[in-house]
């Protein structure tokens, strides 16, 4: 289950077969009754009860819909969205420093948010050029940007030990950076550790 943007800026709940992408289900809004409806309408208590993991965005409602009419399914909080969340950090960091520097420093931070945003494996060599060269001009973007790059391999990890392990050290890397946005980002993941955790049983 995920929330996706209609016309004039209406949230929808798109329920999908996650084994085959399938679309099953477009409800209004995202509540904990919209997803309830899944439930109660188009699924029979046998069908709800075989549920053993849901997809979902970090939205407490999708979490009590599910723990409500599957109370037995493994939540699994979507990976896209958990890095959404990491790339608004790092815009939140440009931003920052957009207006801390001034003059030609700030016209070098201007422009390059899709740059900070895209992977570094999926930049053509000219990027990667233009990504070097903003760093060595802002240490704080390049901390920002390493944090978000790395906490990609977090789901390469497929054993819980591994993942926990690996989280462990990612947090390691913010002390003494003072990067409030990443501060902001890594409680948000502490904090629903056990929905990215369940990644590794399904």
């Known amino acids: 289950m995920k929330s996706t943007w209609a016309r004039k800026q209406k949230l929808l709940t798109v329920a999908s077969n996650l084994e085959s992408g399938e679309p099953l289900w477009f409800g209004r809004e995202r509540k ?7 439930f109660q309408d188009e699924l029979s208590a046998r069908q709800r009860a075989g549920i053993e993991a849901a997809c979902v965005d970090i939205w407490e409602p999708y979490r009590q819909s599910i723990e409500h009419w599957a109370p037995d399914c493994r939540i699994v909080y979507n990976k896209f969205q958990v890095m959404q969340h990491a790339n608004r950090a790092v815009d939140e ?4 420093e957009f207006f801390r520097k ?8 201007t422009g390059k948010r899709w740059l900070l945003l895209t992977r570094c494996v999926n930049q053509t060599a000219g990027k990667r050029q233009q990504l070097n060269e903003l760093s060595t001009l802002n240490r704080r973007l390049l901390k920002a940007y ?3 790059e790395s906490l990609d391999h977090l789901w390469e990890h497929r054993y819980e030990g591994a993942m ?3 989280f462990k050290s990612w947090m390691d890397q913010l002390r003494w950076q003072r990067l409030l946005p990443f501060q902001k980002l890594a409680e948000m993941l502490v904090d629903h550790f056990d929905g990215i955790l369940n990644y590794c049983g399904t």
């Open 164 to 166: 926990v392990r690996y």
């Open 146 to 148: 390493l944090l978000k």
């Open 102 to 109: 001034g003059g030609r420093m700030r016209g070098l931070v």
């Open 32 to 38: 904990k009754e919209t997803l309830g409806r899944v």
């Open 93 to 96: 960091v440009r931003r920052a």
